[in-house]
């Protein structure tokens, strides 16, 4: 993509500055990212090799998260810090399955929104919002979720790897605990966050985000697993993002070269 906006991008959009969505696009091999996203993704890289991958087995952790919910009968999905649509996106997933599942998408990044609209056009089952994930009511309210989500009945709220750009101090587990009391019993939450690794590298990684619009960094098992209040862990719990329920042609080998935990909780 070239450093014009697209037609379709809000004119708002700031290009001097990386954006988490933006910077995965491109690790995830995306188009939607513009010159200092390609910049910082390259540093990144350069800091931390296996952020390319990492990003990778997030993505197929978050697409088996989506098929084991559509097995246990989930037909409505809220995700939440989606990011820019790419390859294997929650609505082509569920919808496949099931075709008249119901998908919306809340992401903070205005990017990450329009285009999500753009490939959403003309499907009457998904939608999207711009929102920030502390705003409860502001995401629960938001014209989509309204439209077309029922929380009286079963549904998967996702949250995969966004919850480590939101630090202690905005008090992320007081928000998830709210999505998680607004869930039907029989729902599931599913998560995926960075973890806190005792390695260089991804410390350096972290600094680098720390100066861009979006801060970050890693959280511990237990911080994850505390994130999971209020709902029963689904086998095998708290884990590398590649252990959790692996299929034949996922990676496993060396699961901590993941530099991140999943988790999939249902709501009794
Ligand atoms: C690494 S991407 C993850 C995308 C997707 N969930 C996945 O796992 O493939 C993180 C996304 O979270 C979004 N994000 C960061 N902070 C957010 C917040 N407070 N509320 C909503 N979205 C947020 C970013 O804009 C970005 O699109």
């Not at 998260?65 to 989606?82: E, K, M, N, P």
């Not at 919306?104 to 089952?125: F, T």
């Not at 042609?249 to 901590?256: A, Q």
Request: aromatic share 8%.
């Amino acid at each position: 993509m070239s450093d014009s906006l697209p037609d379709w991008a809000p004119a708002t959009v700031d290009l001097d500055q990386p954006s988490a969505a933006r910077v995965y696009d491109y690790l995830l091999g995306g188009a939607c990212n513009f010159e200092h996203d390609r910049v910082f993704a390259e540093k990144l890289l350069s800091t931390i090799p296996e952020a390319r991958e990492v990003a990778r087995r997030n993505r197929a952790f978050l697409r088996r998260a989506v098929r084991f919910c559509v097995d246990q009968g989930i037909r409505q999905f809220l995700d939440i810090g989606s990011g820019i649509p790419t390859v294997g996106n929650v609505h082509e997933i569920a919808q496949k399955e099931v075709p008249d599942s119901r998908v919306v998408y809340v992401d903070s990044e205005p990017v990450a929104v329009a285009h999500s609209l753009l490939i959403l056009d003309g499907n009457e089952y998904a939608g999207a919002a711009q929102g920030n994930l502390l705003d409860v009511d502001g995401v629960l309210g938001a014209e989509p979720v309204r439209r077309l989500l029922d929380f009286d009945q079963p549904i998967a709220v996702l949250m995969a790897a966004v919850l480590h750009f939101v630090p202690d101090s905005a008090n992320p587990g007081a928000a998830v605990a709210r999505y998680v009391d607004a869930m039907a019993s029989g729902s599931y939450l599913v998560l995926s966050h960075a973890a806190k690794v005792d390695l260089q590298r991804s410390q350096d990684g972290w600094k680098m985000y720390n100066s861009t619009s979006t801060p970050g960094g890693g959280r511990t098992r237990e911080d994850v697993a505390a994130f999971m209040a209020g709902t029963e862990l689904v086998e095998p719990g708290v884990v590398w993002l590649s252990e959790w329920r692996p299929g034949s042609l996922d990676d496993t080998t060396t699961p901590e070269r993941s530099i991140g935990y999943a988790a999939v909780g249902r709501k009794p």
